[in-house]
């Protein structure tokens, strides 16, 4: 199993990216993605997660300005991020959890992470 992430790059505060992460290896149906992001000096950090039935969690710094959605089909999971700001500068990590339905902020739930995309938005 494999995740791939991309679309991180350089923008301006106020701006937008899109990040996207495609699983391979296996299909992801019945379980949630997340996206998780982790700056320099910084913990990894929960940044927001889909479950199979589109419900969706945001950490409260991203809300309103980030969007989560999945495709089955393409087995991928992405995450727009709108109104950047130098704060959300991070390697951005989408990941899934090893139980299906299993969702939350907690590290420990995932199971397979994908490579890392960085994301740097100057000021």
């Known amino acids: 199993v494999q995740l791939q992430a991309s679309g991180g790059g350089l923008v301006q505060a106020g701006g937008s990216l899109r990040l996207s992460c495609v699983a391979s290896g296996r299909t992801f149906g019945s379980y949630a993605k997340a996206w998780f992001r982790q700056a320099p000096g910084r913990e990894r950090e929960f940044v927001a997660a889909i479950n199979w039935d589109l419900r969706t969690v945001y950490v409260d710094s991203v809300k309103g300005r980030f969007t989560i959605s999945r495709d089955n089909v393409k087995n991928t999971v992405t995450l727009q991020m709108d109104s950047l700001t130098p704060e959300d500068t991070a390697a951005y990590y989408c990941?899934?959890?090893?139980?299906?339905?299993?969702?939350?902020?907690?590290?420990?739930?995932?199971?397979?992470w994908g490579q890392g995309t960085l994301v740097t938005v100057s000021s």
């Open positions: 990941a899934v959890p090893g139980t299906p339905g299993a969702v939350g902020p907690a590290l420990q739930l995932y199971k397979y």
